[in-house]
């Protein structure tokens, strides 16, 4: 039922769809007819996948939506561009990571925007560039560890065998990591740089921070408690934890405000049939490849290690060329995700994770690195190659490192 209304709903919007939605579509209806005639039991699976990941992606653009509309949201934003230029880009990458666990790639709408504006004010400068590096770098993070992200619930979806909580816990420090190894891989700045937007915005955000921090750590604790004492999927209690946000956000709308403001979901076709109809393949194709490989296929258990090393750069190459993680994602999860040892679950999931994250801030064609190119002007392809290349490459090959290394056997 749900699979049939988030379909109806990417059909409707036909006119809307970007090119890579119209394709993901065909490539649906091609695969639902194949499984139909050799394999319908795989059609269930896709079903239930779709069904999962597009509530869970409605469900957060209604909370980003929601939370946008916070005033709060304006004073964290320009709280992030004072103070020296170390703790400045420090304060903005890990601000960016912080607020993209709720708004997803909004997070780069709102802070890219501030940057915006100084570029206009100010024109092009050092302090403006490396604002810049820390919005994409900040975001690039969240995939790698965010409760609520979706390659973290992507992951295990393909990966049931493996604990969303024990693929965080190793994500969280490599993401940490990544971002404060951004410090070195950024321009320096003229000690008399100034990044604030305006003398008068200097408004003390330290409670505006906490009141966002408890949010977020609720609705993180709100999906743990539903995911292991109410023996929900991952998936699912992220979405219900997420839409009991949302609920309490609006309630208080209505009553601080006398009126709720109703967000638009007019345009999410695009986003139903990217990530709902990935997993929805990646069901099918993982039913397929089982199928054709047979349940008792195995490769040497040092085989293993090799694929997950080569994973995160699967990802980063895919996206060089156009290819969305979210396709990456569903490709390396639902081919892989069967045929693998449970032993090393943690160390593909890792290298699923990694990968998604260090090519959404790395390559010119992901979502948000177009959106901070539109609010500030930076190429997107220097943003990603001029800026990052080497700094995307090392966290590559170290990345590919800790995959191998827990994708080893026990022994």
């Not at 490989?293 to 060329?321: K, N």
């Not at 170290?398 to 056997?409: D, E, G, R, T």
């Amino acid at each position: 039922m749900a699979t049939g209304l988030a379909s109806l709903a990417i059909v409707l919007g036909w006119g809307n769809l970007r090119m890579v939605g119209r394709v993901l579509l065909f490539l649906m209806v091609l695969v639902t007819a194949l499984a139909l005639v050799s394999e319908p039991s795989a059609l269930a699976k896709g079903a239930d996948n779709m069904a999962r990941i597009s509530a869970l992606v409605i469900t957060v653009m209604l909370l980003s939506a929601v939370l946008g509309q916070s005033e709060d949201l304006k004073v964290i934003s320009r709280s992030l561009f004072g103070g020296n230029a170390l703790f400045r880009y420090i304060s903005m990458t890990l601000g960016t990571a912080l607020l993209s666990v709720p708004l997803n790639f909004g997070a780069v709408g709102v802070v890219a925007t501030m940057i915006g504006v100084q570029v206009r004010d100010k024109g092009d400068s050092v302090v403006a560039r490396n604002a810049a590096r820390a919005v994409v770098r900040g975001f690039g993070a969240s995939p790698m560890a965010s409760p609520l992200s979706i390659s973290i619930v992507m992951t295990v979806t393909f990966l049931p065998g493996l604990s969303s909580w024990k693929l965080i816990s190793v994500g969280l420090p490599f993401g940490i990591l990544y971002l404060l190894a951004g410090c070195y891989f950024r321009e320096p700045e003229p000690a008399q740089a100034d990044a604030s937007l305006l003398a008068g915005d200097r408004v003390s955000a330290l409670f505006p921070w906490l009141r966002f921090v408890v949010i977020i750590g609720a609705i993180c604790v709100g999906a743990f408690l539903l995911s292991t004492q109410g023996d929900l999927v991952y998936s699912q209690a992220v979405t219900l934890s997420c839409l009991g946000a949302v609920v309490l956000g609006l309630g208080y709308r209505r009553l601080a405000d006398g009126v709720v403001s109703l967000p638009s979901l007019a345009s999410m076709n695009n986003e139903l049939v990217i990530m709902g109809g990935s997993s929805f393949l990646g069901g099918i194709i993982g039913t397929f490849a089982l199928n054709w490989l047979g349940a008792e296929f195995s490769l040497s258990p040092w085989a293993y290690p090799m694929i997950a090393a080569a994973v995160p750069w699967l990802f980063y190459t895919g996206g060089a060329i156009g290819i969305n993680p979210i396709i990456s994602g569903t490709l390396s999860g639902s081919i892989l995700g069967p045929i693998w040892p449970d032993y090393g679950l943690l160390g593909l999931g890792m290298g699923m994770v990694t990968g998604w994250g260090i090519t959404v801030a790395g390559t010119p064609y992901s979502a948000n690195a177009l959106l901070l190119e539109r609010c500030t002007g930076y190429s997107a392809q220097r943003a990603a190659y001029g800026w990052s290349l080497r700094y995307s490459l090392i966290a590559l090959t170290i990345s590919s490192a800790v995959c191998a290394v827990l994708a080893m056997p026990a022994y």
